[in-house]
């Protein structure tokens, strides 16, 4: 059996939340299931192929080179439909973004489940006023793109009840998973409890709807209270 995960915007090759996230549980799966092939395909620097045991990893490079967006997003909808029909797996996982193209012309016809990791429709912290204006404009297109996008998949995946409640008013009739983001500690080595300094670590992008701001805010105040 060929289990095949799609994760096309996470860089492989630098760390981040969503690194560690799919590289962690597709070792923790493949050490758990030896009779099953995985493989994971995401972006990178380079193409690449790493195989370790029953557990492969594909990175290709993000064509972010085009100044059209829609022809740069069919090309890497090819790429990933041509990866897809060299593996011939027996299941798809695939995390999407916002108006991706890669699931209005995936070919494969097997089990499907797409992920929609985050509220697409919610408005980023860091938006200009421009595109803050056109938002609901912006909206009004994603849900068409939406209800176009998981019709080839048999269920869709969600971290959050908020994030259900969104997709529950625009999609009807498809079986929806809720799975919460988690994270493994035992990927983490704690310091010494006796020890006064604090560190703080957090994995992530830097963009401010993550929160990380908040974080340092807090520790000045600690640090100002002792």
Do not use: C
């Amino acid at each position: 059996m060929k289990i095949l995960f799609l994760v096309p915007k996470i860089n492989l090759d630098r760390p981040s939340g969503g690194t560690l996230h799919y590289l962690d549980l597709l070792d923790s799966m493949s050490r758990m299931n030896r009779n099953v092939d995985f493989y994971l395909v995401g972006s990178g620097k380079r193409t690449t192929k790493r195989k370790t045991k029953n557990l492969t990893i594909f990175t290709f490079p993000d064509i972010d080179t085009s100044i059209f967006r829609l022809y740069r997003d069919f090309m890497k909808a090819r790429r990933i439909n041509s990866i897809v029909e060299d593996i011939y797996p027996d299941f798809i996982y695939y995390r999407t973004e916002p108006f991706e193209l890669f699931p209005l012309f995936m070919k494969s016809k097997k089990s499907n489940i797409i992920e929609i990791s985050y509220n697409l429709f919610a408005k980023s912290y860091d938006v200009n006023k421009l595109v803050s204006f056109l938002w609901p404009l912006r909206n009004f297109v994603l849900n068409f793109w939406i209800k176009k996008a998981v019709n080839r998949f048999d269920a869709i995946l969600l971290p959050s009840e908020s994030n259900k409640r969104h997709i529950e008013k625009r999609i009807k009739g498809k079986k929806m998973v809720m799975v919460r983001a988690a994270t493994n500690p035992r990927k983490f080595r704690f310091s010494n409890p006796h020890n006064t300094k604090k560190k703080i670590v957090f994995v992530g992008n830097h963009l401010k709807y993550q929160g990380a701001h908040l974080l340092i805010e807090a520790s000045k105040i600690l640090t100002s209270q002792n």
